[in-house]
């Protein structure tokens, strides 16, 4: 049932169809304390650069792709439903290669050839969100849980990619590990 829910926009569906679909990953994870529980996910986009593509960049000569230097970006949206005790946590990676063909300024290359795109939107239950309530009805999710659901959604994302670039000329590659914060785009203390 649930690839149905998902193959819909399932931001816009009651997020307690949902949880009713798919069990959360420890049935008593209340009772242990833990904090939330990943309870759906739905990749937005994915798609993969062809390297002929950039041929003329690149050279007559294909490189080992996996062996190569790349630079990620981050992107993350987080969308909270206290009413329904639900956070999407969406986060995309775009995988950038250095355009060999440009000039460096100072030790960075000019521009970057984007070799692969991902989005992802992952679902997690926080049991009675509505007490992260502030007063000015706004929900303030303590630093430790947020940082959690973003390491969360990226390992799975990365886990993610590691299977969807299986196969293809990024086979091999493995995004980083990376502290959550870097994919918040905030410096690591």
Not at 54 to 68: I, R, S
Request: charged share 20%; hydrophobic share 45%; proline share 8%.
């Amino acid at each position: 049932m649930l690839p149905s829910l998902l193959a819909q926009n399932l931001t816009k569906l009651p997020l307690d169809m949902a949880k009713e679909q798919v069990p959360p990953v420890h049935e008593d994870a209340s009772s242990r304390g833990a904090p939330f529980t990943l309870i759906g996910l739905m990749m937005n986009e994915f798609s993969i650069v062809n390297p002929v593509l950039y041929a003329k960049e690149l050279g007559p000569d294909a490189p080992d792709f996996a062996a190569l230097q790349y630079a990620y970006t981050f992107q993350t949206n987080r969308t909270i439903r206290p009413k329904e005790d639900v956070v999407i946590m969406s986060i995309a990676i775009d995988l950038l290669l250095p355009d060999p063909s440009k000039a460096k300024i100072g030790s960075q290359p000019k521009r970057h050839l984007q070799m692969a795109r991902a989005e992802c939107s992952f679902f997690f239950g926080i049991a009675d969100l509505a007490s992260f309530m502030a007063e000015n009805d706004n929900v303030r999710i303590p630093d430790a849980i947020n940082l959690s659901m973003v390491g969360v959604a990226y390992s799975t994302l990365r886990g993610i990619l590691w299977e969807k670039f299986a196969g293809t000329h990024l086979g091999g590659v493995v995004l980083p590990v990376v502290h959550p914060s870097v994919v918040l785009g905030k410096p690591v203390s």
